[in-house]
């Protein structure tokens, strides 16, 4: 059996959000009992811009993982369930040359360039949610994460306000949610 889904939470903030937006979506396939195979992808971009610095940033991403359930099927074809999950995300960042200004009564006053960059972040996330079937292979699912960067020092110079897929870039430890609206198809166990 095999869902496919989006974050309808990320549609209705991003654009809300002044510094980022960020679309993601979802597909999974039931593999065992209790074992789901999972893929996310999804893709986004953030801007700084005040006084003191100013660039912007866009990244593509994918995380894959597996989701264990926890409670016994009811009936046949009985999908709602808890899961706790682990993935391992990266995403692609490609971040533009940022102009930044220093204001200092001592020293004096600092103006420059930082060169544009490209790199992956990679990180490591631990999950836990649930999933329901609302109607007839329609799905609701919500999760929370923790995520923390597996090579933080990547993007220590300058890191991009928000990178899609994981959160606020300049935490090496993130938390995160998802609320996804899914569609299930092929042969429930």
């Known amino acids: ?9 990320k549609f209705v903030l991003s654009p809300l959000s002044e510094n980022f937006n960020t679309y993601e979506f979802t597909f999974d396939a039931h593999y065992k009992k209790d074992i789901f195979w999972v893929a996310d992808f999804g893709f986004g971009n953030s801007k700084i811009d005040n006084k003191n610095i100013t660039f ?27 899961f706790i999950g682990l993935r391992y995300g990266i995403g692609f960042v490609n971040r533009s040359a940022a102009t930044y200004y220093v204001q200092d009564t ?45 090579n933080p020092k ?27 609206l899914l569609y299930g198809f092929g042969k429930k166990r």
Request: hydrophobic residues 45%; positive net charge.
């Open 106 to 150: 001592v020293w004096g006053n600092t103006a420059g360039n930082i060169d544009k960059a490209s790199f992956a972040a990679q990180w490591v996330e631990l999950g836990g949610g649930f999933k329901m079937e609302i109607v007839k292979n329609i799905f609701l699912g919500w999760n929370i994460r923790v995520k923390t960067f597996i």
């Open 56 to 82: 912007h940033s866009n990244n593509t991403f994918v995380r894959i993982g597996v989701d264990k359930t926890f409670f016994n099927q009811e009936f046949k074809g009985d999908m709602d369930n808890a």
């Open 1 to 9: 059996y095999y869902r496919v889904g989006v974050d309808v939470s």
């Open 154 to 180: 990547k993007f220590e110079k300058l890191p991009p306000a928000y990178i899609a897929g994981y959160g606020v870039a300049e935490k090496n430890t993130a938390f995160g949610y998802n609320l996804f």
